[in-house]
């Protein structure tokens, strides 16, 4: 599985935007970009996922390179809910088979109020 | 909205006891998913499970597990023999894969303290 590189942590202050970058210098033509988060003392949750072009949803931006070795996540206006660890995944489509998430060390958000 | 449940929300146990964790994945969705999360380390995968069998396993799903769906709802985890290293969260996940939607929802984890 392709690997991507994100800083240990990062503090972003409420109702202001949060970029959170990740590396994936060895990414290949058929890996997605996905983004999961795991808030305190709850499962991985699913914030946004994408592959060449940039992606909006009603939780986040993801903003993804032109050579697809980085892409960055975008809180628009942080919240202390938004408080967890991030996880930046790269996952391969594959025709059958299952796609399983393969969870780096991820980059904690604090959020200050 | 849909959601994937989970029981026990914590369970102890004596090492060397069987234990079953059980999950009920969203409705109509098709692939199944086990993970788990020792305390302060990574999420980990365990197996994966699609058409009443497994896909894919990782090498820490060794013979001391299984996975089974028994009916039409249940996702069930079982460990035959606990050791005191199996204490961690275990995540239950699923997704639909109808089209290409790349989100696993998961549940909110089963905690085994095994002694």
């Known amino acids: 599985d392709a690997k991507t590189t994100q800083p240990n942590s990062m503090e972003s202050n409420e109702e202001e935007p949060v970029h959170l970058p990740c590396n994936h210098s060895?990414?290949?033509?058929?890996?997605?970009i996905h983004w999961y988060r795991q808030l305190p003392s709850q499962g991985p949750e699913y914030v946004i996922h994408?592959?060449?072009s940039n992606v909006n949803n009603r939780m986040a931006s993801l903003a993804i390179a032109e050579d697809r070795k980085s892409s960055t996540l975008i809180l628009h206006r942080a919240t202390l809910r938004d408080a967890a660890v991030y996880y930046c995944?790269?996952?391969?489509?594959?025709?059958?088979?299952?796609?399983?998430?393969?969870f780096g060390k991820g980059m904690k958000l604090t959020v200050n109020p | 909205e849909p959601e994937v449940t989970q029981t026990p929300s914590h369970q102890v146990t004596q090492m060397g006891q069987e234990v079953i964790l059980r999950c009920v994945p969203i409705?109509?969705?098709?692939?199944f998913y086990w993970y788990r999360q020792i305390l302060g380390q990574k999420v980990e995968f365990l197996v994966s499970?699609?058409?009443?069998?497994?896909?894919?396993k990782s090498e820490i799903f060794d013979d001391q597990f299984s996975v089974e769906r028994p009916d039409g709802s249940n996702f069930t985890l079982k460990i035959r023999s606990t050791k005191l290293e199996d204490s961690a969260m275990y995540f239950c996940?699923?997704?639909?894969?109808?089209?290409?939607?790349?989100?696993?929802?998961f549940g909110e984890g089963s905690r085994l303290t095994v002694l």
């Open positions: 995944i790269l996952r391969e489509k594959r025709q059958g088979g299952s796609e399983k998430l393969v």
């Open positions: 060895t990414i290949s033509g058929t890996d997605y």
């Open positions: 994408g592959l060449t």
């Open positions: 409705s109509n969705h098709l692939y």
């Open positions: 499970f699609y058409n009443n069998e497994i896909s894919e």
């Open positions: 996940a699923s997704d639909s894969r109808g089209r290409y939607t790349g989100e696993l929802f």
